[in-house]
């Protein structure tokens, strides 16, 4: 991999998802870049590599998480509030509990959750959403 591409292509993913209003779109590059993720892993094609998709998932993650601690609780039917569109979960094939993990992912400090990031790459291990839920639970006390 090419480190100057790689970086490249994690900050145009990372606006991207920051500017991002839509859940749907949101949840489509978390989807595809867990199943790169999932591909690289099952065909061993190394960490490093692995953990460039699984950023791009984390991130789109909590990019979802922002937007659904904005949204009111939906009764049912689709809701716009200004820019931001909140489909039923179900439209979107997010389940209660991603959409709650998503939130606690979320919750954790921008700096705390780059210092994961730039650790856990640096140490050669597995960035994962369970790590960074670990993270805040940690950060809370529990």
């Keep these: 991999m090419n480190t100057n591409t790689d970086l490249v292509r994690l900050s145009t993913a990372s606006r991207a998802l920051a500017a991002c209003h839509d859940l749907g779109e949101i949840k489509r590059i978390r989807d595809q870049a867990e199943a790169i993720r999932q591909y690289v892993k099952a065909h061993q094609l190394g960490q ?3 953990n460039e998709a699984a950023d791009i998932k984390l991130r789109a993650e909590r990019r979802a998480g922002e937007l ?4 009111d609780r939906n009764k049912g039917a689709a809701v716009k509030r200004g820019d931001i569109v909140s489909p039923r979960l179900s439209e979107i094939g997010v389940t209660k509990k991603q959409s709650e993990r998503w939130q606690v992912e979320a919750e954790v400090p921008e700096p705390e959750f780059e ?12 960035l994962t959403s369970r790590g960074l839920l670990q993270l805040n ?3 809370r006390g529990e």
């Design 115 to 126: 210092r994961y990031v730039a650790e856990t790459k640096a140490a050669g291990e597995e």
């Design 137 to 139: 639970a940690a950060g």
């Design 48 to 50: 490093t590599a692995q």
């Design 68 to 71: 659904l601690k904005q949204t």
